[in-house]
């Protein structure tokens, strides 16, 4: 609303005669034209027609006849005055209920919420990281997006793998989780008689350690052992004594499914995961293989990705579900 | 020869020249050592097998000549392989 009309005071009297022999005539206060009646030698005139008024002034379209009295306006009110809202000055009684529609409000930005501050005046809560959920903070205080689930497992991404000869998740978050489960789902390799394979990288994944010396692992199997102090990579599985208790390729085979964690990579020391596997060896006539182990960096760093492949050739296929810790 | 494909958080994308390469390199490492894992994991397994009749050998127990020809011919198992063989499903001695 910018403008109003205001100031219709009523004129008392408002009556006012004139002499005739003259087209133009002088009110004692400023009017319209259809708020202003006329009369000439009694017969009442037209507004707009007949007269105008224009100020304080009636103009006839013709003369009226001459003679004292002949003419008699009637003033009901003075000009109505248009004026503007003050600012500041539109109260809320003003404003009908369910009137302000969302049109009317003030743009803000996509994707925040309307709280309110201290001072009981709104304010814009600003948008959260993706997933996040609105937590309250308790009273007196805004809420915030975050993560809702302390503590708790988050699915982050679930994989497809098709022929591909590595796995890597980078999608680690610090700030979100303090470790990671990843659950392998029928991983089978294209080549027979493989093992599977864990690295990892401080570099989010540009490239993934692979020195002699960068890893240590220890794996127990079907009543045995294996391990090394001092290997390429952490085997999930495959190794477990002879060929045939590698991974194998064949019909009916399954490949590798289970779970590996990994245990506080962003930690800078020495990232560990423990892992509980199963798969069908390679060769017909031996047993099912678990594998329970436990792997370790060599080395104290930050790691942001991981890698899983095998010995040699690609993944054929297989789904890795991969959720987070969330921080306590 | 289009290179390896790599799947990174859910995305299959093909390797770079160099990482193929990588690739390549260390499955042949891994092809060329499959004998002596092999016969690596093979005398590990062996030795479990003999583990499991090794009180057969205490002074109190009298060893029967089959399990004297048993432990002799999972002793003698890995002599009678060759690269090719280790690699193979491997026939082990019956335990009698």
Redesign the interface.
């Known amino acids: 609303m910018s403008q109003y009309l205001t100031g219709l005071n009523l004129l008392d009297p408002g009556v006012k005669r004139y002499n005739g022999g003259t087209s133009t005539f002088t009110m004692d206060n400023n009017g319209t034209t259809n708020g202003t009646l006329l009369w000439v030698s009694g017969v009442a005139q037209i507004p707009g027609t007949d007269y105008n008024v224009s100020g304080a002034t009636i103009t006839t379209t013709t003369a009226a006849p001459a003679g004292t009295n002949t003419v008699v306006s009637l003033q009901l009110f003075e000009t109505g005055i248009v004026n503007t809202v003050a600012s500041n000055a539109v109260t809320t009684a003003k404003i009908n209920d369910d009137a302000v529609t969302l049109a009317k409000m003030a743009s803000g930005t996509d994707g925040n919420i309307i709280s309110y501050d201290a001072s009981g005046n709104p304010v814009a809560i600003a948008t959260g990281t993706s997933g996040h959920f609105l937590k309250s903070q308790g009273a007196g205080a805004q809420p915030v997006f975050a993560a809702d689930n302390k503590g708790a497992m988050t699915f982050i991404?679930?994989?497809d793998?098709?022929?591909?000869?590595?796995?890597?998740?980078?999608?680690t978050a610090a700030a979100s989780y303090d470790g990671y489960g990843l659950f392998l789902q029928n991983i089978i390799p294209v080549t027979d008689?493989?093992r599977m394979w864990f690295r990892t990288s401080t570099d989010s994944?540009s490239s993934y350690d692979?020195g002699a010396s960068d890893y240590d692992w220890n794996t127990h199997n079907y009543?045995?052992y294996?391990n090394d102090v001092a290997d390429n990579q952490i085997e999930l599985v495959g190794?477990?004594?002879?060929?045939?208790?590698q991974v194998g390729s064949d019909t009916n085979e399954n490949g590798v499914s289970g779970w590996i964690w990994v245990w506080g990579p962003h930690l800078t020391a020495y990232t560990m995961i423990t892992y509980h596997l199963a798969m069908r060896p390679a060769?017909?006539?031996y047993p099912l293989i678990l594998n329970d182990g436990v792997g370790s960096r060599l080395s104290a760093a930050d790691v942001d990705a991981f890698q899983i492949l095998f010995?040699?050739?690609?993944?054929e296929s297989g789904t890795i579900t991969v959720y987070g810790l969330a921080n306590a | 020869m289009a290179n390896?494909?790599?799947?990174?958080?859910?995305v299959?994308i093909e390797?770079s020249d160099e990482e193929h390469a990588a690739?390549v390199a260390?499955?042949k490492v891994?092809?060329d050592e499959?004998p002596v894992?092999?016969f690596k994991?093979?005398r590990?397994?062996r030795n479990?097998k003999l583990v499991e009749t090794d009180f057969y050998a205490n002074s109190d127990v009298t060893m029967s000549d089959e399990m004297k020809a048993y432990r002799k011919a999972l002793r003698d198992l890995p002599a009678t392989l060759n690269n090719t063989t280790?690699?193979?499903?491997?026939t082990w001695p019956e335990k009698p």
């Open positions: 991404n679930t994989t793998i098709s022929s591909a000869a590595t796995y890597a998740f980078t999608a008689d493989v994944g692979d009543g045995s294996q190794d477990a004594g002879s060929s045939p208790y060769h017909a006539g010995s040699s050739g690609s993944i | 390896y494909m790599k799947c990174v958080d859910g299959h390797m690739r260390e499955e891994w092809s499959a894992r092999s994991g093979l590990s397994e479990e280790v690699l193979q499903t491997i």
